[in-house]
């Protein structure tokens, strides 16, 4: 364990919440993550007993802060250094995101559905049976 208070940044980051520090401390720029119900800067240290909050589209974690350390721990130690105390309610709104994302897909993002794509076979089969009034192997029309 390190000393009284660590960078807010930097525990994000040693708990396995983003994935380089650099990306935490982004997040804590960009108002993503509060301390209580202050947005926190990077260089805002926690204690012990602090509640942080995370917002990662759609869902805003809460974690209670049990532990500190400046140092990335194992995901298998990870619970003995913070608590995840999310309501139910946000959680939800996980799987809510996971079924709606096949059905509301955006146009243009991501892969094809197989509906989308079988419309394609079907419009690129049937305009290559174009017919062309000229014939493109004739070379008596051009002089050279």
Do not use: H
């Amino acid at each position: 364990m390190a000393k009284g208070e660590v960078r807010i940044d930097k525990w994000i980051w040693a708990m396995r919440i983003y994935k380089t520090r650099t990306i935490a401390a982004e997040a804590c720029k960009k108002g993503r993550v509060s301390v209580g119900d202050a947005v926190a800067k990077p260089s805002r240290t926690i204690k012990v007993g602090d509640i942080v909050k995370v917002r990662k589209s759609p869902v805003t974690y809460s974690f209670r802060v049990l532990a500190l350390t400046e140092n990335r721990l194992g995901a298998k130690l990870v619970p003995e250094y913070m608590e995840n105390i999310t309501p139910q309610s946000e959680l939800d709104l996980l799987d809510i995101v996971k079924i709606s994302g096949f059905i509301d897909r955006r146009k243009g993002l991501g892969r094809p559905t197989k509906r989308e794509g079988r419309e394609l076979s079907r419009f690129t089969e049937e305009s290559t049976g174009w017919d062309f009034d000229f014939d493109l192997d004739d070379d008596d029309d051009f002089d050279d």
